[in-house]
């Protein structure tokens, strides 16, 4: 399978507790996104990075949410101290940097934080 | 107020309807237009994009934009139980899928055999 592929499928954790999540983008693929998305809510932004430089964060990215993308592969989400308003599912999606290329989906983190 | 608006629904008609969403914007920096398909649980995929005013056919799927009242639309033929799913329209600006996409909330739709 040649497609986003995101790890793990679903985590349920205790608040207070620090989650990392793992996101491997399209090959040569060089934009790589985070969304979360909440039950009957779309999709809603939370950074993007060009290869490994993070060009953009949203503000509803706040001081407890890190993401990296070291080598300008895969990416890693980390949530730490999370709160019950961190639920939601995390999708990360990837393009291709050129006109008329869209961005690609993974199957998302489904995150339960009781 | 949000940029997007998207009715949630949920919306159900019989199987052959034709099927109407919209969404309406208030960002005139927005100028591509994409409806995303999700299944549950499933993360979205695309179905249409549109740069442009007008409309835009694939199928049984008919993309449709109006830049001057910011309002988009997609229409379904002949619509199959296999339709049923949650769309979501999404917008971005001058850089199509190169950077942020803005989404409405999702309307879910079911197709009745």
């Known amino acids: 399978d040649t497609g986003v592929s995101q790890d793990p499928r679903h985590k349920i954790t205790k608040r207070g507790q620090n989650v990392t999540f793992r996101c491997d983008p399209i090959s040569e693929h060089n934009r790589l996104y985070w969304y979360r998305q909440t039950l009957g809510q779309g999709p809603e932004f939370l950074t993007y990075f060009q290869n490994e430089a993070q060009l953009e964060k949203s503000r509803l990215l706040s001081d407890r949410f890190s993401a990296e993308r070291p080598k300008g592969s895969f990416s890693t989400l980390e949530i730490q101290r999370t709160e019950q308003g961190d639920s939601a599912m995390y999708l990360c999606?990837?393009?291709?940097?050129?006109?008329?290329?869209?961005?690609?989906f993974g199957p998302g983190t489904r995150l339960l934080v009781l | 107020q949000k940029e997007v608006e998207q009715d949630p629904g949920p919306l159900s008609v019989p199987e052959g309807a034709i099927v109407s969403l919209n969404c309406t914007y208030s960002n005139s920096a927005f100028q591509y237009f994409m409806w995303y398909r999700q299944y549950s649980r499933k993360g979205p995929e695309l179905l249409m994009y549109?740069?442009?005013?007008g409309n835009k056919e694939d199928g049984r799927f008919t993309a449709q934009v109006d830049k001057s009242s910011k309002y988009i639309s997609l229409f379904i033929r002949d619509s199959q139980p296999s339709d049923s799913a949650t769309y979501l329209c999404?917008?971005?600006?001058?850089?199509?899928?190169?950077?942020?996409?803005?989404f409405g909330t999702g309307t879910r739709l079911t197709i009745i055999p």
């Open positions: 999404a917008m971005s600006g001058s850089n199509f899928g190169n950077e942020k996409l803005t």
């Open positions: 549109t740069y442009s005013s």
């Open positions: 999606a990837s393009s291709f940097y050129r006109a008329g290329e869209t961005q690609y």
